[in-house]
């Protein structure tokens, strides 16, 4: 074998096994975007259409079986074993009629959001209780400032667990407590972040008119999340390791900008929250992980909603024979003003929907 013969040998071995090489590549990156696409495809029934789901509307119902939760369970959230609060502003639903009690999740430096609320969507009867949810600022300007805040509109509920995107969670469960110990007599509760738009009178119409004065059991109506994946990617605003959460997808659950439920939902909802291992994704941990554990099961109202919808088309009419009852997620005060100005110049239906109210 002369030299460039051997040389030529050794290229065509190269070039075969680079080729096989390249192959092998290929072929796992296919095989890999199989089994991760397969992983993602998240398919759950959970959720369930007005149909199915059983809402029956009754009369109120007495207190809790707060028996039923643990002996320490009044300074417990999930796995934060010495919570207490540091404004709870009982005395809103203490001795009142509440019908619609409205929990609203705030960052302690949102003022001005919930300013906005205040004078337009939140702005309404003395029968509907509002109150925005918050955990506490590091930093002393903005606990003063809250404080002062607190007094002077009555609305403030503080936890004392750091306000950040990773305890969201605790933030939603106060909510269900503060529902369980201090407002259980709400005929209705509506959760909404501080960034939503609520058609209130429409709403107020739909809950009286549609569904019931005296409220109902199993209603839990919301924006619909199944087949969410677990988001394993680091970077990700929702990155979830498998340490904390190993299936591949979550239960159905439901968006957290805004949901209705009835008051003994959140209870059900609350008592399975406190016994969960923590996971930070609050809508997918209260709405989908608890509720599955609670055997409760959701109706989406999206359709309802502008989310998915064209804002613009709005304001030219295009959606007036919509009874649209939310906004969308994320939206900036200016955006809520404006909504809430457009709603606010127009007739109230009074009734959306004749099926939602044959649940009993
Ligand atoms: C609760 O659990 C989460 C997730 O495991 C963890 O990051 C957090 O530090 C825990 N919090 C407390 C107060 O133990
Ligand atoms: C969550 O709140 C707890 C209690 O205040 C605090 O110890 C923890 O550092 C907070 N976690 C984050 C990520 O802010
Ligand atoms: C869950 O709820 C459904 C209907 O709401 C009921 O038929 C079923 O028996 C319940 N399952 C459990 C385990 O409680
Ligand atoms: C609103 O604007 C859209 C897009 O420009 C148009 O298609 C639609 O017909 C308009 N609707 C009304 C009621 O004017």
């Known amino acids: 074998m002369r030299f460039s013969d051997y040389n030529g040998t050794k290229n065509k071995v190269t070039l075969i096994g680079t080729m096989l090489f390249i192959h092998a590549v290929l072929i796992y990156i296919i095989i890999y975007m199989m089994v991760s696409r397969s992983g993602t495809q998240c398919q759950d029934v959970f959720q369930r259409p007005f149909e199915q789901h059983q809402i029956r509307l009754r009369p109120k119902r007495p207190n809790f079986p707060l ?38 999740s705030s960052a302690p430096g949102n003022k001005p959001k919930r300013d ?23 930093n002393k300007a903005t606990e003063m400032e809250i404080e002062i805040e607190s007094h002077i509109y009555m609305d403030i509920v503080q936890g004392n667990f750091i306000d ?29 972040d501080d960034d939503s738009f609520v058609n209130t009178p429409l709403l107020m119409n739909f809950l009286k008119h549609d569904l019931s004065p005296y409220g109902a059991e199993n209603l839990f109506l919301c924006n619909d999340m199944t087949g969410s994946p677990a988001i394993r990617e680091p970077n ?15 239960p159905s659950y439901c968006s957290g900008w805004y949901a209705i439920f009835s008051p003994d939902i959140a209870f059900k909802l609350y008592k399975a ?7 930070y994704i609050d809508d997918a941990f209260v ?50 003003e404006r909504v809430h100005g457009y709603f606010k110049n127009r007739p109230v239906e009074k009734s959306i929907h004749k099926l939602l109210g044959q649940g009993g």
């Not at 999930?78 to 619609?100: M, P």
């Not at 995107?165 to 959760?191: A, I």
């Not at 929250?273 to 996971?279: D, E």
């Open 116 to 138: 906005s609320i205040r004078k337009t969507w939140g702005d309404r009867g003395p029968d509907v209780k509002l109150l925005f949810m918050l955990g506490y600022s590091e």
């Open 273 to 279: 929250s406190q016994k969960l291992k923590y996971i």
């Open 287 to 336: 709405y989908g992980i608890a509720a599955q554990k609670a055997n409760v099961t959701h109706v989406d109202l999206s359709y309802y909603t502008l989310a998915y919808r064209n804002e613009e088309l709005l304001f030219n009419g295009t959606y007036d024979n919509i009874p649209l009852l939310f906004g969308y997620p994320n939206m900036g005060p200016e955006q809520i």
């Open 67 to 104: 028996e039923q939760l643990e002996s320490n369970d009044a300074t417990k959230l999930v796995n934060f074993t010495e919570f207490q609060y540091i404004n709870n502003n009982e005395i809103i639903c203490a001795n009142s009629e509440v019908f619609l009690l409205i929990l609203i």
């Open 164 to 192: 950040s995107y990773k305890n969201l969670t605790y933030k939603s469960v106060m909510s269900l407590k503060y529902v369980v110990y201090h407002c259980p007599q709400t005929t209705y509760v509506l959760k909404v």
């Open 236 to 250: 990700s605003k929702w990155y979830m390791p498998v340490e904390d959460f190993p299936d591949d997808c979550y």
